[in-house]
Every structure is written in structure tokens, then in C-alpha cells.
């Protein structure tokens, strides 16, 4: 037999009482600060909120006492409707005419959260493009992308000029009837025996030497002299090219035997793999040298050391007055340290900049360069001819 449901009580009505209550809360407040005015007493009340110090009430005039009874019809009105939150004022009544006493300030209520207004983000273009605006430049490929920014006419070429007076850079200069100047933006300086000897190196305890440049030959003799040291006839000497094997010339007696340099049949490496377990290795370089040949010596396990004897320093350049060069040809990224030490302000703007290397063409994007002309490369192995087939490019003759 199924179960009697009870049915739900029903509510009880809300009083008219209850109601007026409710509905007076909100304006209960202003009634509170027009009764105040008046001189009436109001009850005290427990505020939802610690209320704020109210500015001291003067004796109000006859005719503000007149404006605060007028205002009793709109707090009727507020009653009526219950459920509208009464309007904030800053002050219980106005100025009235002409006086400029505050009668009153009213409990403000407990106002809503602001509207914040959220404005459209932007798309995901552009702000790749805000971006692009502030980055640094980027580099322009001068075979894919044509330079349109007029006639080349004249060049800076940051390396001294040639002993000889020869060079293809200057024979560039008189095709095309430009000027091209040539300034070293780097200069080398050779270690003295003082600091050379803070290494702890004893030349003499060593068999072979590995020469990567003329500077390493001239600075490392220089040092030997300098410290009466007497090299051994039976040194073994390995260069990385031939002229720099026959530069030794100017130092030692050459012999076949005890000269070694790479071949296009042979590369130094391979040749000094065939004297790694019989010779004891010093290899004297700059402070900032490349780490091709260390890294060979040292992950084939030689036995080596490595001898600082020179350092690359930047140039004085205050006998230039100026970069303005409608091109600028770099050959290592101590040129263009140079560069900025010298002028810490210089902006590329329209000028062409060239790099010779991969090491130089990573320092001169670094650097926030814009790199328009690249040697060595399949098109020009040399810088001379990286100039020319840009020349050519821009429609120079």
C-alpha cells in the first residue's frame, strides 16, 4: 500500500512589516543623515560597514533647514521602491543661496565594482609586426634581394694597406672610379716577458710548434729573443699553410724535414696525427684565436700546450671623423668591436656591410648589423669579388 504523501507546508506570507524593513534598508541610512541634520536623534544602528568620520554638522540656516524638508518626499519615494539601492550623494544638501558651508556628508554605500573595459587584443600578425618595428635589423640577402639605394662611392676597407700596394680591392677602386680607403680597425700587441712568464711554459721542453700566422711567428721569436732562449736545431715546425711555412724563412734555416704545412693532398691535421706519440706540441696563439686546432689536439689526446704570446686590441680610430662610407668591409669580429668602441653611437642606415668569414658574418648579425654582401662563397670566394658582382647587381658600371 503506497504511502501518504504530506504535502508542503505552505510559507507564511511575509509580513507588510517585514517588507517595509527590507525595503527601507538601503535608504535608512540617508533618512539617518537627513534626521541628523535636522537636529533629530537617530537610533544607533549597528552598521554592515565601520562608518566614516563624518564632517563636523554647523548650525544650519533657515533656509538650509527649508531645503532639507523638501528632499522628505524623494526619501518616500525611495521606500516605495524596495529593491533599487539609494543613489549615493556626497553631501546631505546643496549650497543654498550663496552660502558655502557643507551641511552634512552622507554614509556612502558599499558602491559596485567598476566596469573595466578590456580592449581588443592583438592578432597574432600584428604583434609580429609591433615587434619587427623595435627588434634589431635584419640581415638581407644580396643575392635574392636588390639594393636600390643608389651609387657606391666610396669604400672603407677595415685592414691596413697592402706593403706591396697591390690588391684586388684597389684595382676595384680604379674599374669603377670609386674611392677606397683602407684603415686597420684592429691592431696586435705582443706579450711581455713578464707576462708571458706568469704561464709557467718552458719553451725548450718542447719538440714541435704549430704556427697558424705570421703575427704567431713574429711574436713568438720576438719572445724566445727577448728571453735568450735557443730554439733546437731538430725542432719540428707545423704551419697550416705553405706561405707561412716559407715565412719561417726569416727566423730559421728551411729545411724539408723539419717543416710541415697542409697540402690540398693532405690536411694538418693528418699531419700532425702522424707525429702525435713522438712529439711534445706548443701552440702559440692570440688570446682570442680560433678553437678548431685546441679542439683537434685535445680530443685526439695530444700532448700540448697552448702559449698565449699576442692579443688583438681595437685601434685608435679618432682620426676618423666620421663612418660615412657608403660601404664598410669587415674581416674579423675584433673589427667590429672596433667599430663600436670607437663610436659607440654608429647607426648603419644606408650603409652596405660587408664580411668576410663565418665568424665575422655572426658578429656583424650580433651586432644588429644588417649584412648585405657575404665572401667567401660559391659566387665570390673572394670579398674583391663579393664588390664586384654587387656592383653588378645594383647596375654599377
Known amino acids: 500500500m503506497p504511502k501518504k504523501t504530506t504535502p508542503p507546508a505552505k510559507k507564511a506570507p511575509a509580513s507588510k512589516t517585514s517588507k517595509v524593513t527590507k525595503a527601507t534598508k538601503p535608504a535608512a541610512k540617508s533618512t539617518k543623515a537627513v534626521a541628523k541634520a535636522s537636529g533629530a536623534k537617530a537610533p544607533a544602528k549597528k552598521a554592515a560597514a565601520p562608518p566614516k568620520k563624518a564632517t563636523p554638522v554647523k548650525k ?25 539601492p539609494a543613489v549615493a550623494s556626497s553631501t546631505a544638501t546643496k549650497k543654498a543661496s550663496g552660502s558655502k558651508k557643507i551641511v552634512a556628508t552622507k554614509k556612502m554605500p558599499t558602491a559596485p565594482p567598476p566596469v573595466i573595459t578590456t580592449l ?3 592578432t597574432e600578425e600584428s604583434r609580429s609586426i609591433s615587434v619587427a618595428e623595435i627588434s634589431k635589423p635584419k640581415a638581407k640577402n644580396p643575392t635574392t634581394t636588390p639594393d636600390t639605394k643608389g651609387k657606391v662611392r666610396n669604400i672603407l676597407i677595415s685592414q691596413p694597406f697592402p706593403e706591396n700596394g697591390k690588391s684586388p680591392l684597389v684595382d676595384i677602386g680604379t674599374k669603377y672610379k670609386i674611392k677606397v680607403d683602407f684603415r686597420s680597425f684592429i691592431q696586435v700587441e705582443g706579450l711581455s716577458v713578464k707576462d708571458f712568464r706568469r704561464s709557467r711554459i718552458n719553451i725548450p721542453e718542447y719538440t714541435a710548434i704549430i704556427f697558424n700566422s705570421r703575427n704567431a711567428i ?10 735568450r732562449i735557443k730554439l733546437s736545431q731538430d725542432m719540428k715546425y707545423f704551419c697550416v699553410s705553405e706561405a707561412i711555412a716559407l715565412y719561417l724563412q726569416k727566423y730559421i734555416q728551411y729545411r724539408k724535414r723539419k717543416v710541415f704545412f697542409e697540402t690540398p693532398s693532405k690536411t694538418l691535421f693528418e699531419i700532425l696525427n702522424k707525429h702525435k706519440d713522438n712529439e711534445k706540441f706548443l701552440y702559440p696563439c692570440s688570446k682570442d684565436r680560433k678553437d678548431d686546432i685546441p679542439n683537434f689536439l685535445a680530443s685526439k689526446r695530444f700532448n700540448y700546450s697552448e702559449a698565449y704570446i699576442y692579443q688583438t686590441v681595437p685601434s685608435d680610430l679618432s682620426d676618423l671623423t666620421s663612418i660615412k662610407y657608403d660601404m664598410i668591409v669587415f674581416f674579423s669580429p675584433v673589427s667590429i668591436k672596433s667599430l663600436f668602441f670607437n663610436f659607440p653611437d654608429f647607426e648603419q642606415e644606408d650603409r652596405r656591410i660587408g664580411g668576410f668569414g663565418q665568424v665575422t658574418h655572426d658578429a656583424i648579425k650580433e651586432a644588429g648589423l644588417r649584412l648585405d654582401l657575404v665572401a667567401p662563397s660559391p659566387q665570390a670566394p673572394s670579398m674583391a669579388q663579393a664588390i664586384e658582382n654587387y656592383f653588378k647587381m645594383i647596375g654599377m658600371k
Open 60 to 84: 544650519a540656516s533657515a533656509v538650509t533647514k527649508k531645503a532639507a524638508a523638501a528632499k522628505k518626499p524623494a526619501l518616500k519615494k525611495a521606500v516605495a521602491t524596495a529593491k533599487e
Open 120 to 122: 581588443p587584443q592583438p
Open 218 to 227: 713574429d711574436y713568438f721569436f720576438k719572445l724566445s729573443d727577448e728571453m
